[in-house]
């Protein structure tokens, strides 16, 4: 993703996690954060890691905020490793908003849209460039 047109990044976590301390610190990994930012006067989501109805807490709220701020939403699915039911209809509840666009969705992603024949529903985009563009 080109970070050059990037505005603002903001790292999204659960509510109420504590910072991790001590030697045990790490980074946040793929299910711990959802990555938020503005390109090219979108508001682009990007989804890292699985997907189920106990981990998809802080990309529902990333996404809510983004529809509730901007005029078109951009979902980058290439780093989402799983995907269940759940994170296919949250991506259908975002796409009734009229706003959401799905970017460059991993093997993973493009499977659960073609098995479920949503990939007909929902407006998928090879890259994020050309979902910003449409």
Do not use: W
């Amino acid at each position: 993703m080109p970070r050059d047109d990037v505005a603002a990044v903001e790292l999204l976590s659960e509510p109420g996690d504590e910072p991790p301390t001590g030697e045990a610190a790490a980074e946040p990994g793929p299910q711990d954060a959802v990555l938020r930012y503005e390109y090219r006067g979108a508001q682009v989501v990007e989804a890292r890691g699985d997907y189920d109805m106990h981990s998809l807490g802080p990309l529902t709220d990333a996404l809510n905020a983004a529809a509730a701020t901007h005029p078109k939403v951009i979902l980058d699915a290439s780093g989402v490793t799983f995907a269940d039911s759940s994170f296919l209809n949250l991506m259908i509840l975002a796409h009734r908003t009229g706003k959401l666009r799905v970017a460059a969705p991993s093997t993973q992603v493009r499977r659960l849209c073609a098995i479920t024949g949503v990939e007909d529903v929902l407006e998928i985009r090879d890259t994020l460039s050309d979902a910003a563009a449409t």
